[in-house]
């Protein structure tokens, strides 16, 4: 998507939420309604969303910092599309979320594939990275695996298999299955994707 799309895509989402009350957003989605913004962990760092513009920010932004305009529209997405349903316990693979087999072997690569290249030969490294990240370690899930709430009602889970000279490493993204009522198929991707590179972004902080 271009700047312009994601714009686009931020205005008509900010419209449509506009349009309802700001405490059924807030209740379904599971975020604190405080004066006039809504309030929730998005990938473990608080977002304070303002109504009724539904202008996005981090709760500790910086000076100068500027909210990515790709978490804009991730956070206005789940807001119009929450139902107030959290995670059933119950992972699927991308593929087997409903429009997830025709992006399957696109998601593969954009989003496992990175995972297991820089976790599959390192043991130890994924939990350390997912600790640091906010996310419940899931013993006896693969070698190593992770939980982590992307939002209140988004759940994911990245997991690997450590290389050896007898098998190379593999690893997966899977995700709660109520994420097929949760997101679109695309937003579901971005989700996988968002998770993973920013699991890589904490490893390089612990060297």
Avoid: C
Wanted: no cysteine.
């Amino acid at each position: 998507m271009r700047i312009d799309d994601y714009k686009n895509a931020m205005a008509l989402a900010a419209k449509d939420l506009g349009g309802r009350r700001a405490s059924e957003v807030a209740s379904l989605a599971g975020a604190s309604l405080v004066g006039d913004d809504l309030r929730f962990a998005f990938m473990n760092r608080e977002v304070v969303v303002s109504t009724p513009s539904y202008r996005v920010a981090w709760a500790d932004q910086k000076p100068g910092e500027e909210f990515a305009l790709t978490d804009a529209v991730m956070v206005l997405h789940y807001l119009q599309l929450a139902r107030g349903a959290g995670p059933v316990g119950e992972l699927v693979a991308y593929r087997q979320i409903p429009g997830g087999e025709f992006y399957a072997a696109a998601f593969r690569k954009r989003a496992e594939l990175p995972l297991i290249d820089a976790f599959g030969q390192k043991p130890g490294l994924l939990t350390k990275a997912a600790r640091a990240m906010g996310g419940k370690i899931l013993p006896g899930l693969g070698d190593e695996a992770a939980s982590f709430r992307a939002a209140p009602n988004l759940e994911v889970v990245a997991l690997i298999h450590l290389g050896d000279e007898e098998f190379p490493a593999d690893g997966q993204v899977l995700f709660d299955k109520s994420i097929a009522a949760a997101l679109s198929i695309e937003d579901a991707a971005w989700v996988g994707s968002a998770v993973v590179y920013r699991l890589m972004s904490a490893a390089r902080k612990i060297g």
